[in-house]
């Protein structure tokens, strides 16, 4: 059984339901899943973490067991902006007002905007192989082009990325995820067979696109007005990317982030895409270390 102990607490959203589960005592502390999984990724991490602290877990909107709300040509409902209020509304509903981020992928995304939008919510954020949407954008090489293809094909006009992805999702899960650095070997079947049912659920298809095409439109231009009025983050930050990831390899992940936030450290580690399933162990120390930190000081706060 996956994420023995965690308690399912449905929270209701602005747009629908949000999945969320529960377990643990202490500083409270979000984790947030990347594409195309669940909170199901955190199965390694997340119980030894909820020794520590008061964990939640939750689905994003258009992924997991979450709601799938429709999306328009403004983008608007899966902005990373939307999203975060997603993730501030789940933890206030929680009981707390100021807490930890650990967050991967597409939820590292969502705790970037997270941070600069409710600056005093986030204590400390530890994210999980991205650089900042932006840059990434204005720095697109071959290279990584050819890596992240998956970015280009979901922004294309609907219908047909949903159409192909609909039309076999188990396969389309593997596809991206099996072409990473560890192949699909790195998960566990349990948490790959939840990754495959989600992405069969009706509306999955059309939230990814969404997701995706928030961040290549309506997220940018959020990102900019951030960096014309010169707005950083404020919570220290910590950023850890795979040395056989794409990320690492085309960016220089902890000079960007310096653009973006004052308090910043980071480093690479021994492995793909997929830190929290590959290196368990590693992440549950960073985050010990540097989360606790941070949130055991300043608690009572």
């Keep these: 059984m996956l994420l023995p102990g965690f308690t399912s607490m449905p929270v209701p959203g602005r747009t629908g339901v949000l999945h969320t589960r529960r377990a643990g005592q202490g500083p409270a502390l979000l984790l947030l899943h990347g594409h195309p999984q669940s909170h199901v990724m955190w199965h390694q991490v997340a119980p030894a973490l909820a020794r520590h602290f008061t964990v939640v ?94 970015w280009f094909f979901l922004i294309q006009p609907s219908p047909l990325p949903e159409a192909l992805i609909e039309s076999d999702p188990a396969r389309y899960v593997r596809s991206v995820m099996g072409s990473r650095h560890a192949g699909l070997d790195a998960f566990a079947p349990g948490a790959l067979a939840e990754y495959e049912r989600c992405a069969g659920l009706p509306g999955t298809a059309a939230g990814i696109c969404g997701d995706y095409r928030a961040s290549a439109t309506i997220d940018l231009e959020h990102d900019r007005a951030d960096r014309a009025a010169g707005r950083q983050v404020e919570a220290p930050l910590r950023v850890l990317w795979a040395e056989h990831g794409a990320v690492g390899r085309c960016f220089d992940v902890l000079s960007l982030w310096q653009a973006c936030a004052k308090q910043v450290s980071g480093r690479s580690l021994p492995c793909g895409h997929y830190l929290a399933e590959e290196l368990p162990e590693v992440v549950l120390r960073e985050a010990l270390d540097f989360l606790g930190e941070y949130m055991f000081e300043n608690r009572s706060k």
Excluded at 88 to 114: I, S, Y
Aim: proline share 3%; no cysteine.
């Design 57 to 150: 877990l939750m689905d994003l909107r258009g992924y997991g067991d979450s709601a799938r709300p429709q999306d328009d040509a403004t983008h608007v409902v899966y902005s990373k902006r939307a999203m975060a209020q997603d993730a501030l509304d789940v933890m206030q509903h929680h009981g707390f007002t100021r807490f930890g981020v650990l967050a991967h992928d597409r939820g590292a995304r969502v705790a970037h905007r997270l941070a600069l939008d409710h600056p005093g919510a986030v204590q400390s954020m530890l994210l999980l192989d991205i650089a900042p949407t932006l840059a990434m954008y204005e720095n697109t090489s071959e290279s990584f082009a050819r890596a992240y293809w998956h």
